[in-house]
Structures are given as C-alpha cells and as structure tokens.
C-alpha cells in the first residue's frame, strides 16, 4: 500500500518539477510578446499549443515514474484519478475568477507571468484529459519483467 501511495505522489511530483521546469523555459524562450496577447495576459495559441505539449509530455513521464515506482502497470490509474480531480479543482477555481481584464506593462518576470496567465476555460477543462492520457501512455512505456520459467 506504502509503495501504491509512493508511486501516485512519486509520478505527481516528477509531472509537477516537469511543468514547472519546462514552462519556465518556454516562458524564457517565447518571451512575454509570444506567451501573452498585446497589453494583457491572456495568452497566446502559441503558448497553448506549446503548453498542451508540454502537459502531455510531463504526464508521460510522471506516468512512466509512477510504474517504475510501484512495479505495477495499474498504479498509473490512481494517478491518472488524481490528475483528473485537481485538474477539474483548478478548471473550477479558473472558471469562478473575475474575468476582468488585468493590463500588463512591459517585462513580466516568471512568477508573476504564471500567477497572471488567464487561459480559455475549455483549455482549462481539456487539460486534465491531455494529462491523464499522457499518465497512461506513460505507464505503457516500462515493459514487463519477462518471466522466468522454473524447471520441473
């Protein structure tokens, strides 16, 4: 039970220390004028496209961590469960945000870009999806230990 439990929290930080490392970067390499609409933050479709990427590919590895961890190709699904329900929590704490219009000044940094950012709700809602099935391709990835055939 110890390692089923180490295994979800296991796969959920490396899919955490995944997004916020590489949505650093993006954020470095696309700059404030490539993640955000003009004078807003609101950001891009390249910053969509980018992030949906990136979402999907710390899923797979959290997914791939969390197999590894429990040695058990079902594991994954808690954590996929787990992926799901915070992703719908934060859908829902997006979706009951003042949607007024917050202008943004010149540079922005990372901190403040990422507590800013405001996404479409329906990307909010499909992030979640993209994430679990990124967990599950994953836990696909760690091939089965062959077994070893006992002689009679």
């Given at each position: ?24 970067l ?11 609409q ?10 969509l ?27 994954p ?14 859908a ?8 007024a ?43 089965p ?8």
């Open positions: 039970m110890l390692r089923t439990i180490g295994a979800v929290v296991g796969g959920y930080v490396a899919i955490f220390v995944m997004l916020f490392g590489t949505f650093s993006a954020f470095l390499a696309l700059g404030v004028n490539g993640a955000f003009p004078g807003t933050y609101d950001v891009t479709p390249v910053w496209i980018v992030s949906f990427v990136l979402t999907f590919v710390a899923a797979v590895i959290g997914g791939l961590v969390s197999v590894i961890i429990s040695d058990d190709p079902k594991v699904r808690a954590l996929a469960i787990v992926v799901i329900v915070l992703g719908v929590i934060t829902i704490q997006i979706m009951s945000a003042d949607p219009v917050v202008t943004r000044g010149g540079e922005v940094e990372n901190i403040e870009a990422m507590m800013s950012a405001k996404q479409p709700i329906w990307v909010a809602l499909l992030n979640p999806i993209i994430g679990a099935i990124g967990v599950m391709v994953g836990a696909r990835l760690k091939r230990r062959p077994s070893v055939a006992r002689a009679v």
